[in-house]
């Protein structure tokens, strides 16, 4: 076992802050609080000098606390006097199968997202106009080329990013099952 360094504790923190607050915000619908959520458990790891075995267990710890935190506050006293959830709502967010669910998307999400970052700006561009249910015609309209180009520049982005995300296809695929 041993204590993150500062460096390391940073690029935890870089690499998995936006995932961790997409994750709370399943949770909690409010993605300022689900930041401060985010960032009160980090400060905890922090503050606490909390060890870990392995990247694997830090991700596991960060993940948990998250979802215990955003329990927390679901719970709390504030929220249920001004946000009223029925019971079956709460025993359906409390599940493990939800909270492993919401695991798997936030990370597949993540991967997707890094994966397109690594793709030349135009071909980034027109897959996430893509992704965003843009058509090749209006994609073509709006960034002013061709339809030829954006099928082109398309065609390009799936060819770089098909030996990227090979490796983690099982786990695209079952993200997309459970949504």
Not at 104 to 132: D, F, G, H, M, Y
Request: aromatic share 12%; hydrophobic share 40%; glycine share 0%.
């Amino acid at each position: 076992m041993r204590q993150l360094t500062h460096k390391e504790f940073q690029n935890l923190f870089d690499s998995l802050y936006t995932s961790l607050c997409l994750f709370a915000n399943k949770y909690l619908n409010d993605i300022e609080v689900s930041k401060d959520v985010v960032q009160i458990v980090f400060i905890k790891v922090w503050e606490d000098e909390i060890k870990f075995h392995s990247d694997v267990t830090i991700k596991s710890y960060l993940y948990t606390s998250v979802k215990n935190k955003s329990l927390d506050y679901i719970k709390s006293k504030y929220v249920k006097s001004t946000d009223h959830l029925s019971t079956s709502q709460m025993v359906k967010i409390e599940k493990e199968s939800f909270f492993l669910r919401e695991v798997v998307v936030s990370e597949t999400s993540n991967i997707i997202e890094n994966a397109i970052k690594t793709l030349p700006k135009k071909c980034e561009q027109i897959l996430r106009l893509s992704i965003n249910e843009f058509t090749n015609p209006e994609i073509a309209k709006q960034l002013g080329i061709s339809l030829n180009t954006v099928k082109a520049q398309k065609k390009i982005a799936y060819k770089k990013l098909k030996p990227i995300l090979k490796d983690y296809f099982i786990v695209i695929a079952f993200a997309f099952y459970l949504d």
